[in-house]
Nanobody
Framework: QVQLAESGGGLVQPGGSLRLSCAAS????????MGWFRQAPGKEREFVAR????????YYVDSVKGRFTISRDIAENTVFLQMNSLKPEDTAVYYC???????WGQGTQVTVSS
């Protein structure tokens, strides 16, 4: 089992930045990928970004390329999502995810509004 705990959400103005963190605990040696998804009100959960845990390769959805950066600290079993140039359409609950096993965190709210 892997447990995931997100932090770092909040309210930010358009054009601002936020940094999300997700700390993994439990069977962290089993993690192959970690990533972020988001779910806006009335919409399905969508993929945002992922990182290969050991190799560090990254992949992003087109809508966040050039604005968001995913990274990880292997020693701390933590993955980060640096979000810059935020837009109102980035407003959502952001969920941390780990594979294999399909583990999810509890989610953290990000609201982009003036």
């Amino acid at each position: 089992q892997v447990q995931l705990a997100e932090s770092g959400g909040g309210l930010v103005q358009p054009g601002g930045s936020l940094r999300l963190s997700c700390a993994a605990s439990g069977r962290t040696d089993s993690i192959y990928y970690m990533g972020w998804f988001r779910q806006a009100p009335g919409k399905e959960r969508e993929f945002v970004a992922r990182i290969h845990w050991s190799g560090g390769s990254t992949y992003y959805v087109d809508s966040v390329k050039g604005r968001f950066t995913i990274s990880r600290d292997i020693a701390e079993n933590t993955v980060f999502l640096q979000m810059n140039s935020l837009k109102p359409e980035d407003t959502a609950v952001y969920y941390c995810h780990a594979d294999p096993g399909g583990y999810w965190g509890q989610g953290t709210q990000v609201t982009v509004s003036s």
